[in-house]
């Protein structure tokens, strides 16, 4: 490593946990303050596995539950090179959603388990940080109607939830639970303080392997 290693932090949470707002919110706090940090988010629905995901979602095209999991996968292993580039030029990169929603939300569909969502996000660079933003079902409905796309209901969010709470009894994963209903700028000074915390350890460490 030539400069110390930017930081790989992650947001997680159910829908409306206000993760997109913290995630720019922490971005430009970051750089604000002198530190290098870039936002990225999966899923990317730029490139072309991206795109086949976004259709999916937008519910303009049908998949096979098994290869849409394994394209969430794909969509971000083909962003590791230039994660891991990024990190070593000394960037902390902060992402909207990872790994722990590619198998929190398959494994929530029947039929699926949690260890066989896991398996294909298995050496994915492994996160010094996961945020998990935390909402009441009846709070996140102050928040909004749910959209359109696919996955935005209340029975499979709540089963979504289920299996975050046993992804989150891993101690392998640096898990941080924030209360994601006090106002904004509450959960961004949580969140600042759990950053700046991961940004200063992992200068000094190496970049590990999810789930590995
Ligand atoms: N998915 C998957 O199946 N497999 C995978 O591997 C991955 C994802 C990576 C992608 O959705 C879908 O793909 C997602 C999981 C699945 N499906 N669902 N559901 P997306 O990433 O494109 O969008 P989203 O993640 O669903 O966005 P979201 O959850 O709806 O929103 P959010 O980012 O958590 O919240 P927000 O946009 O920042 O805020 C929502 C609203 O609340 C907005 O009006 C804010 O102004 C407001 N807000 C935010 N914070 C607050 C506070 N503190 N108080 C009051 N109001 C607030």
């Given at each position: 490593m030539a400069c110390?290693r930017g930081?790989?932090?992650?947001?997680?949470?159910?829908?409306?946990?206000?993760?997109?707002?913290?995630?720019?919110?922490?971005?430009?706090?970051?750089?604000?303050?002198?530190?290098p940090?870039e936002?990225?988010?999966?899923?990317?629905?730029?490139?072309?596995?991206?795109?086949?995901?976004?259709?999916?979602?937008?519910?303009?095209?049908?998949?096979?539950?098994?290869?849409?999991?394994?394209?969430?996968?794909?969509?971000?292993?083909?962003?590791?090179?230039?994660?891991k580039k990024k990190l070593d030029q000394g960037i902390?990169?902060?992402?909207?959603?990872?790994?722990?929603?590619?198998?929190?939300?398959?494994?929530?569909?029947?039929?699926?388990?949690?260890?066989?969502?896991?398996?294909?996000?298995?050496?994915?660079?492994?996160?010094?940080?996961?945020?998990?933003?935390?909402?009441?079902?009846?709070?996140?409905?102050?928040?909004?109607?749910?959209?359109?796309?696919?996955?935005?209901?209340?029975?499979?969010?709540?089963?979504?939830?289920?299996?975050?709470?046993?992804?989150?009894?891993?101690?392998?994963?640096?898990?941080?639970?924030?209360?994601?209903?006090?106002?904004?700028?509450?959960?961004?000074?949580?969140?600042?303080?759990?950053?700046?915390?991961?940004?200063?350890?992992?200068?000094?460490?190496?970049?590990?392997?999810?789930?590995?």
């Amino acid at each position: 490593m030539a400069c110390k290693r930017g930081a790989l932090i992650v947001l997680e949470g159910v829908d409306k946990a206000g993760k997109t707002t913290q995630c720019k919110k922490l971005v430009q706090a970051l750089q604000q303050s002198g530190r290098p940090a870039e936002m990225m988010r999966f899923p990317d629905r730029t490139t072309t596995i991206g795109q086949l995901i976004s259709a999916y979602l937008e519910k303009k095209s049908e998949l096979e539950d098994h290869t849409v999991h394994l394209l969430f996968s794909a969509n971000r292993w083909e962003m590791v090179p230039s994660m891991k580039k990024k990190l070593d030029q000394g960037i902390t990169l902060v992402v909207d959603r990872y790994a722990f929603s590619g198998a929190a939300f398959t494994s929530a569909k029947p039929g699926f388990c949690l260890d066989w969502c896991m398996k294909p996000d298995v050496g994915l660079p492994k996160p010094d940080l996961v945020m998990f933003l935390q909402l009441s079902p009846s709070e996140a409905a102050l928040r909004g109607q749910f959209g359109e796309e696919r996955y935005e209901t209340s029975v499979f969010q709540r089963a979504v939830q289920q299996k975050f709470e046993q992804l989150m009894k891993d101690p392998s994963v640096n898990w941080q639970v924030i209360d994601a209903s006090q106002n904004i700028e509450g959960v961004h000074n949580s969140i600042m303080d759990h950053s700046l915390n991961a940004i200063n350890t992992a200068q000094d460490q190496l970049l590990g392997e999810l789930w590995k």
